[in-house]
Every structure is written in C-alpha cells, then in structure tokens.
C-alpha cells in the first residue's frame, strides 16, 4: 500500500490486481518526414499546401461577409435616419426628435427649421436643414451600396496584392 491519503485503483476491494502489461510496452514512435518515401512525402506536402489555401480561402471570406455585414448595417441605419426625418416632419403630437435620437444627439432636426431658411434667416444652432440631413442620407445609401456590392473588397484585395508585390512577398 501506499502512504498517501488516496487509495490506488487497484487497491480498492474488488477490483482486479495491478495490469503490469503497459510498464514493459515501448513508446510508439512516430514517423518522421524523412522516414516517408517519395509518393508519401509528396502527398503530405499537397496536404499541407491544400490545407494553406482552405484557411487563406476561409480567411478571405470571413473578411467578405463582414464587410458585406457592415454595409448591410449602414443601408438600414440610412433608411431608419430617412424614416425618422419623415416621421419627425409629420410629427405634430409628441415633443421628440427621432433623428437626434438615431444620431446620439449629434444632429438635431426641426421642420421649423426649414421654413427659416425658405425665409433667409439663419437655422438655430446646431440644428440641420432637410437639404443636408438628405445629402447625409444619400451619402450613407452609397458608401452602403459600395461596400455591400464588394467595391470594398475588391480594392482592399488591389492594394494588398499591390504592397505584397512591393515587398516581393508574391
């Protein structure tokens, strides 16, 4: 027996006697590349090249629909900033603002503010006319657009391929 707290396996009342097969086994021992033969060694290497080209493949298209995702972001966030101008135009009852709202405060939208400008007076501070909150918009819709589509992608892929190349990695 042993002098720790814990008794062994082996020890415990039932259970078979101690297997002494595994202390005499010697160590498998693994095959190296240069232990393989030609056919084997050239298979090994097309695994691992296949293998390299699944994870860049894998890689890039990661990278693709995340882009694809955050274009996808940006259209719906343009289309609820055109949603929230409409509604904050025709809304008469409630004393809220949904453009500063979906802007975090940072534009602040009145229809009243439009009417100052038809009259040549000066828009309040810090408020934005519908001209530019559509300009805005429209600007959002594109750079959505073009991120979506894979313009995007297709110029960060140019200009990796372009640095590489410089860097006579390729």
Same mark, same amino acid.
């Given at each position: 027996?042993?002098?720790?707290a814990?008794?062994?396996?082996w020890?415990?009342?039932?259970?078979p006697?101690?297997?002494?097969?595994?202390?005499?086994?010697?160590?498998?021992?693994?095959?190296?590349?240069?232990?393989?033969?030609?056919?084997e060694?050239?298979?090994?290497?097309? @695994?691992?090249?296949?293998?390299?080209?699944?994870?860049?493949?894998?890689t890039?298209d990661?990278v693709r629909?995340?882009?694809?995702? @955050?274009?996808?972001?940006?259209?719906?966030?343009?289309?609820?900033?055109?949603?929230?101008?409409?509604?904050?135009? &025709?809304?008469?009852?409630?004393e809220?603002?949904?453009?500063? &709202?979906?802007?975090?405060?940072?534009?602040r939208?009145?229809?009243?503010?439009?009417?100052?400008?038809e009259?040549?007076?000066?828009?309040?501070?810090?408020?934005?006319?519908s001209?530019?909150?559509?300009?805005s @918009?429209?600007?959002?819709?594109? &750079?959505?657009f073009? @991120?979506?589509?894979?313009?995007?992608?297709?110029?960060?892929?140019?200009i990796?391929?372009?640095?590489?190349e410089?860097?006579?990695?390729?």
């Open positions: 027996t042993s002098n720790s814990i008794v062994d396996e020890e415990l009342e039932g259970m006697a101690k297997s002494t097969l595994a202390d005499t086994q010697e160590p498998i021992e693994l095959p190296t590349k240069d232990d393989l033969s030609i056919s060694r050239l298979s090994l290497s097309t @695994i691992e090249e296949n293998h390299r080209l699944e994870t860049e493949a894998k890039l990661t629909v995340g882009l694809a995702f @955050i274009g996808l972001c940006i259209l719906c966030y343009s289309t609820l900033l055109l949603l929230a101008m409409v509604f904050d135009r &025709v809304n008469s009852v409630l809220i603002s949904l453009v500063g &709202v979906l802007t975090l405060g940072k534009l939208y009145h229809p009243s503010c439009d009417e100052a400008k009259l040549d007076q000066s828009l309040p501070k810090g408020y934005i006319s001209t530019k909150l559509l300009k @918009i429209g600007l959002f819709c594109i &750079v959505g073009i @991120i979506l589509s894979g313009g995007l992608y297709r110029g960060m892929i140019e990796i391929i372009w640095v590489l410089k860097l006579s990695f390729i």
